[in-house]
Each structure stands twice: as structure tokens, then as C-alpha cells.
């Protein structure tokens, strides 16, 4: 296939991810509560599963080959790479980012958010990942650059955990109360207080509709913005300490999940922009049920070759996911992969990853198996993967 063709196609490629993008910010979302009002209550969770960065999929990286269906921070950047008795710099390098949330997270309310439908799913879960790695071919003297770009979004994504559910609302038990207190303590404040008290017998003492009155009624709420202010800062532990309990609270969704990704890449031989090559394109689906602590999962997917059809793959497998602890989570899959163009012979890939929350919103993973053929450098499966997930207030009322 020459290379008119190759860039025809990649062009088109991204043109339909562009679409994709366009199509979920254009949109209409529903940014109203059920009272009609903006909802503005948010704070930060703990969303980061340990993903795989569906453009990893395409350059042939991955840590994991079935993907964890989860709740996109608005930025996760990703590096992984062979451990090779850890005497190599990464080289491998991906950024996932969410398009709705971070143009319009403001105007997402809880209600959306908790919901399990198609339009919600599709917006507040669509990302755009970027990928790229390099490799060295020491025989020959030259390296290549690859590049991935790929996308994926949930149609199916479940509903609220039934722990987390608990934990949100003793949250917002205690939220209220703490605004009741405010509430109570600001109105004793108002009451012992003799300057807005002395302000308040002029305010009823001029006369209404006149400026001297809306001049007394200007310095009332500038009296009450400062004793807020002094509560404020009185209260400031209390405030504090129910954040905390707050940004403690570890986002999760369990039932049947659905999402469906898809992504190209290209080659740049030799580090130089005009060999770019078209390589690789794939679409998958990536399906199964999430209880408490156990996941189940399956994939479906199919890696196109434009350079050789003959390397075209279809991959089907599993993966089963264990995570009753807070911190770490393990996990077994097997992917069979098959080639539906040519009689070479199927490859399979079995692997146990571990994975580590190393801080809210921070993944350290292991993954150590056996990979599919044909790797230079052998099929000994051996990686380290590190996740940091950026922007993760949602609304939580």
C-alpha cells in the first residue's frame, strides 16, 4: 500500500475520532438539579482505577490487555515500561484526557453523574489518549518512534457502590449538621455583635427608599461579610477535618460494565517526520460485572495491520480482578489471540498484575506473564506502570 493511501486512511481515522469529540461537547447536558438550580456542591474523590491507556493497546504495550472499565479523572498521565532489572529510563509515556469534564464539569449535576444511561455515560466518560514510545534497534543503529492515538467510552458503566452510597451520605449527614452549626453560630455572632447592632437601629431609623438607608444597608452586609469571615476561621478545623473524611471516600461503581475503544498509530523510522508510516488500527470492546471486591471481565478486539493484513489480529480473553483492600487489587488474565488473514499459528498471553494506590489518585502496578510472540527481545512479560490522575472534583449533592 503506497503512501498516499496510508495517509488517506490514517487521515480519516482521526477525522472520525475529531467527530467523536466534537459530537460529545456539542452535546447538551443536563446542568440542572431537579429544583431547577445549578448544582455547585463538589468535591475531590479518589476516582483512578489502574487503567491501560487504550493507545498503549495499539503500539503493543500494555500493561493489561483487558481494560478496567472506570470513572476518567479530567488528566491521568501514564509511564510504563520493561522492568529490565530497572536499569532502564521510560520510555513509554501516555495522557489520557477526559474533553466534558474538563470544559464542562461546572455544569454537571450529582443527578447526572450517579446515572447509568446512554447520553450521560457517552459524555462523562469519553477520553482522548495519546501515546508514544520509542524503540532501539542496536543492530542496525536506529531507533523508531511510535505514536498512538486512540478513544473510549462506557455505555455501560453501573451504578453507585452500596458502600460508597453509605459512606456519601453519612458525608452529607455531617455536612448538613456542620451548616446548621454555622447557620446558628453566625445568627449568636449577629446577635452579640454591637456594631451591626448600632447599624441596625440606623437602618430603622432612616428613612426608607432614601440613600443615607442604602448606604447603612451597604455597610450591614460588609458587618456580615466580616463576622462570616471570623466564623469562618473559628470553624476552620471542623471544616478541615470534613474535607478530609470527604477526599477519603474511595469513588466506586459496581455492575455490568460496557465500554467500547478504538485507536490508530504510526511509525517514524528513524526519528524523522517525513517516514511516518501507518500501522496499526483497532476497535474493542471491553464488557463484564464489577461486584465489591471481585471483577469480571472479557474483551473482544480486532488490530488491523496497513502495512502487512497478514499480521492482523483478533484478540478474545478475560481478566478476573480481586480488590477487597483499599490500597491494592490483584488480578489474572488470558487473552487468545488469533490471525483471521493467514495460517500462522495463534499466540496466546497470560499475566498477574498487582496493583498499589500510592497516594489519591496515584497507581503504582506491577504485571509479570508471559506475552504474545514475536518480541525481539523475547515474550517475558515484565512491567512497571505508574498512573496520576489530575482534576477529580465531582459533584457529591
Known amino acids: 500500500m503506497n503512501n498516499r493511501i496510508i495517509n488517506r486512511c490514517s487521515g480519516h481515522f482521526m477525522l472520525v475520532i475529531l467527530a467523536v469529540v466534537l459530537l460529545a461537547l456539542m452535546m447538551p447536558g443536563r446542568a440542572t438539579g431537579s429544583d431547577g438550580e445549578q448544582d455547585t456542591t463538589k468535591t475531590s474523590f479518589d476516582l483512578l482505577m489502574p487503567p491501560s ?9 500494555e500493561p493489561s490487555a483487558v481494560e478496567r472499565p472506570g470513572t476518567p479523572s479530567d488528566l491521568a498521565l501514564t509511564v510504563t515500561n520493561h522492568t529490565d532489572n530497572f536499569s532502564t529510563i521510560p520510555k513509554n509515556f501516555a495522557m489520557d484526557f477526559a474533553p466534558y469534564w474538563t470544559f464542562f464539569g461546572n455544569h454537571i449535576s450529582f443527578r447526572d453523574f450517579e446515572a447509568d444511561n446512554v447520553s450521560s455515560n457517552f459524555l462523562q466518560t469519553l477520553f482522548l ?20 492515538v486512540g478513544l473510549k467510552f462506557s455505555v455501560l458503566r453501573g451504578d453507585f457502590d452500596t458502600k460508597f452510597k453509605k459512606q456519601l451520605n453519612e458525608v452529607k449527614t455531617d455536612l448538613d449538621q456542620w451548616t446548621m452549626n454555622f447557620g446558628r453560630k453566625f445568627d449568636d455572632k449577629k446577635t452579640a455583635d454591637s456594631a451591626l447592632d448600632d447599624l441596625e437601629k440606623k437602618r430603622e431609623a432612616a428613612v426608607f427608599g432614601s440613600l443615607e438607608r442604602r448606604e447603612i444597608m451597604d455597610k ?32 466506586r461503581r ?64 478475560g481478566r478476573l480482578i480481586l480488590d477487597n483492600s483499599k490500597k491494592f487489587s490483584l488480578s489474572t488474565e488470558f487473552v487468545y489471540r488469533s490471525f483471521p488473514n493467514t495460517d500462522n499459528d495463534d499466540e496466546y498471553r497470560f499475566a498477574f498484575e498487582f496493583d498499589y494506590s500510592i497516594g489519591r489518585s496515584k497507581t503504582l502496578a506491577f504485571t509479570f506473564g508471559r506475552d504474545f510472540e514475536g518480541r525481539q527481545s523475547g515474550n517475558l512479560l515484565s512491567m512497571i506502570n505508574f498512573v496520576m490522575g489530575f482534576g477529580t472534583e465531582r459533584p457529591f449533592r
Open 220 to 251: 450591614i452586609d460588609e458587618r456580615e461579610e466580616v463576622l462570616k469571615k471570623e466564623l469562618l476561621a473559628e470553624m476552620s478545623e471542623e471544616k478541615k477535618a470534613l474535607e478530609k473524611k470527604i477526599g477519603q471516600v474511595r469513588f
Open 53 to 61: 491507556s487504550p493507545a498503549f493497546i495499539l503500539l503493543g504495550i
Open 254 to 317: 459496581t455492575g455490568w460494565k460496557m465500554d467500547i475503544a478504538a485507536g490508530a498509530s504510526m511509525d517514524f523510522v528513524g526519528n524523522d517526520f517525513d517516514n511516518g508510516d501507518f500501522k496499526r488500527w483497532g476497535l474493542w470492546f471491553t464488557f463484564g460485572r464489577e461486584y465489591a471486591g471481585l471483577s469480571a471481565l472479557g474483551v473482544f478486539r480486532y488490530l488491523g495491520n496497513e502495512n502487512d493484513s497478514d499480521l492482523s489480529t483478533l484478540d478474545v480473553g
Open 129 to 148: 489518549s495519546f501515546a508514544t514510545s520509542t524503540d532501539e534497534d542496536e543492530n542496525q543503529d536506529t531507533s523508531t518512534t511510535s505514536v498512538a
